[in-house]
């Protein structure tokens, strides 16, 4: 596994409240990736970072923002909390080889958001 | 559109019993393809990995997966369930012709074992 801690684990919030997630690693990945899981949809990217200060959205990115100011931290936001974005939050990590090349994405213990 | 699916929403099986879990995948290229396994209240943990070589791959507790690309197919295996399997099982795959990794999700299969 690659270290990786999400908090919080647990948070109960009321819409329209702005909300921020961190995931924290301690392997030196270069890729780090936030996803939801939504029963019936599996995991679903919301977005990714594949370095510090670069990042890019996924296919269910309406309503979050992330920032990467190192390595190790990866914060999810979103902005004005509604009710569709309880969920639970995955984050995932990936080395990241020579040349660009993926391998294997390493999974955090994941955050449980309800939003009232 | 490149797509993972996992055909088994819910598969029920006695403790003993043989599994297989079924993933289909629909790429241009050969993807790496993955196994993760989810318990209730955990993130995922990778059980086996296919990036090149050998079709017939080995992973952790047991399971293994083959790979058949005539069919699109990398299905997990295990022959001898044991209740400590119950969980939630994941396919995905990566399109090696992306530039970025992003790793394509099945919907999952929930397994249930009886004692």
């Known amino acids: 596994d690659a270290g990786i801690t999400q908090s919080p684990r647990h948070k109960v919030t009321e819409t329209g409240t702005p909300v921020t997630l961190r995931c924290h690693q301690t392997e030196n990945h270069r890729y780090m990736y936030w996803y939801r899981q939504d029963p019936g949809h599996g995991l679903r990217l919301i977005h990714y970072s594949y370095g510090v200060k670069d990042t890019d959205k996924g296919e269910v990115s309406d309503g979050y923002s992330v920032s990467r100011s190192k390595t190790e931290d990866f914060l999810l936001t979103l902005e004005s909390a509604t009710s569709s974005q309880t969920s639970v939050y995955f984050c995932?990590?990936?080395?990241?080889?020579?040349?660009?090349?993926?391998?294997?994405?390493?999974f955090g213990p994941g955050t449980r958001l309800l939003v009232l | 559109a490149q797509s993972v699916t996992q055909p088994d929403i819910h598969i029920t099986v006695s403790e003993g019993a043989s599994l297989e879990l079924r993933c289909n995948y629909s790429y241009g290229a050969t993807p790496y393809l993955f196994w993760y396994v989810q318990s209730p209240g955990q993130g995922l943990q990778l059980l086996l990995k296919?990036?090149?070589?050998?079709?017939l791959v080995q992973g952790i507790k047991g399971f293994e997966a083959e790979f058949k690309r005539s069919q699109s197919s990398f299905n997990l295996r295990k022959p001898s369930v044991h209740w400590s399997d119950a969980a939630e099982y994941f396919c995905?795959?990566?399109?090696?012709?992306?530039?970025?990794?992003?790793?394509?999700f099945g919907r999952g299969t929930q397994l249930t074992v009886w004692p």
């Open positions: 995905a795959a990566f399109d090696r012709g992306s530039t970025l990794g992003r790793l394509y």
């Open positions: 296919y990036f090149s070589g050998d079709t």
């Open positions: 995932a990590t990936e080395r990241g080889l020579a040349g660009g090349t993926q391998e294997t994405q390493y």
